[in-house]
């Protein structure tokens, strides 16, 4: 099932997790409804359900809401629920895969049978994993702009895309001057933001506790820290042009501009899967224990996420990697990561195990997503390039920069530190644990070396398992 994703520790933005999207059943006809990034539903009365594809039910919410082709290609059909989330094929029958719902969830989660027995999936007409950033941003339909906004601000709102502060407050000043309108001197802004702050700005900046706003409570005492960094950013939001094409009043400028600023997430587009890794050992006893994880991948790579502390704790390009997973029937369920790293100043190869029983869905992403980076690198001739079915008209985008996010303690950098992982070093000398030997890498499913920096390692004949 290629651009599957799960998510059983972290629901999606919108919990829908009794609602149907089947409505009735008859001989031949069914209302079904489809549901919408702000949690709007789209009704359909269709024939024939049961032998229905995705790819017609698709066709079918584009037209309802009278979307522009690119819709075709950046949006997918979800089946989803707070234990599972799978990203359909055009020619899947989501009637069909409901119905089979149980049997997905025993063999890709980890939920106890009475929730597996009450969860019900509904449709969602939700981003395409597979969509590339670069074509999103030529995007010119501003309802299509609008479902994109809708659903990155729900990421970011649920810290499913965790982010550091100043950067939710950017954020959340984009969705303050689309709700509330420009920002008026003298007019009571801040009362507003109070009122709604989840709105704007991620739960655990919004916590009150004994008062985000307890200082307001004093005579003279300063708004919170969220709420006064959000003001502070609405303050400073210059308006935007619009565009040739656009009306005055159009919106378009700020979807897009916070779709731009989502874009500098290396994890923006992503699919999750729920997991679990080894904590670092600790204290006299070498306790050590699991931690829950988000994996996340996307065209761009996989990262892994606590899911807890709301921040990455390794993230990787697929040319910095080597992988494989493991199935239930060899041993545990496990997707294996393999990448360059040091140990005390040593360079060593290290391996991170994790827990998941979609790790065959991860695996299979990786791949899938490598084989669509390929083809999309391929030199072509520039009249084919300028023709291509892909091809969006227009000037060519600038050339893709890396995510700007890097300053120190960013949510967004890697903690190798606090990942627990079987370390190897050249010539097979063991620092800590070792795997059976290998000839090049642990893995053979991994980008050509040729193209990036990732360096396996050279064992000895003497490894031995750890």
Wanted: hydrophobic share 35%.
């Amino acid at each position: 099932m290629d651009g599957t994703e799960g998510n059983a520790g972290q629901p999606a933005p919108a919990d829908r997790s009794h609602r149907s999207s089947v409505s009735s059943v008859g001989a031949r006809a069914a209302d079904v409804l489809v549901y919408l990034a702000d949690d709007k539903m789209v009704p359909l009365a269709v024939e024939n359900l049961p032998s229905l594809s995705a790819h017609e039910l698709h066709r079918a919410v584009r037209e309802v809401l009278q979307l522009s082709d690119i819709a075709l290609d950046a949006f997918a059909l979800w089946l989803a629920s707070p234990l599972l989330e799978v990203q359909l094929k055009p020619k899947h029958q989501p009637y069909k895969l409901g119905r089979q719902w149980p049997e997905l969830l025993l063999r890709f989660t980890d939920a106890p049978d009475d929730d597996v027995a009450m969860d019900e999936p509904s449709l969602q007409f939700r981003r395409n994993v597979f969509f590339p950033k670069r074509r999103e941003l030529q995007i010119r339909d501003e309802e299509v702009l609008r479902l994109l906004y809708e659903e990155a601000k729900g990421n970011v709102l649920a810290a499913r895309y965790p982010c550091d502060v100043e950067d939710c407050e950017a954020l959340g000043a984009l969705v303050c001057r689309v709700q509330l309108g420009p920002y008026q001197p003298g007019q009571p802004t801040a009362c507003a933001l109070r009122e709604k702050l989840d709105s704007f700005l991620p739960a655990h900046l919004c916590k009150r506790g004994h008062g985000l706003f307890a200082a307001l409570r004093g005579r003279g005492a300063k708004a919170g820290t969220g709420e006064q960094g959000l003001l502070d950013a609405y303050r400073r939001l210059k308006e935007a042009a619009s565009g040739d094409s656009e009306p005055e009043a159009s919106l378009s400028p700020y979807y897009r501009a916070y779709l731009l600023k989502c874009h500098e997430l290396p994890f923006y587009g992503c699919a999750f899967f729920h997991g679990e890794i080894d904590k670092p050992a600790q204290g006299f006893l070498h306790r050590g224990g699991r931690k829950p994880v988000s994996v996340a991948i996307s065209l761009e790579g996989v990262h892994v996420i606590d899911s807890r502390e709301k921040h990455v704790l390794l993230g990787l390009r697929f040319q910095e990697l080597s992988w494989d997973h493991t199935s239930p029937e060899e041993e545990e369920s496990v997707l294996w990561l393999e990448f360059d790293g040091d140990n005390e100043g040593t360079p060593v190869n290290k391996l991170l195990k994790i827990y998941s029983k979609q790790a065959e869905l991860m695996s299979s992403l990786i791949e899938y997503c490598i084989e669509l980076n390929q083809v999309a690198t391929e030199p072509a001739a520039p009249q084919e390039s300028a023709s291509g079915p892909t091809s969006a008209p227009g000037p060519s985008p600038p050339p893709t920069q890396r995510p700007q996010l890097r300053r120190q303690g960013s949510v967004v950098c890697s903690r190798i530190q606090h990942l627990s992982t079987i370390d190897y070093v050249e010539e097979g000398e063991q620092i800590k644990r070792v795997k059976p030997k290998r000839t090049t890498s642990f893995f053979s499913r991994q980008l050509s070396l040729s193209q990036g920096s990732y360096t396996v390692v050279r064992p000895t004949d003497s490894l031995e398992q750890g």
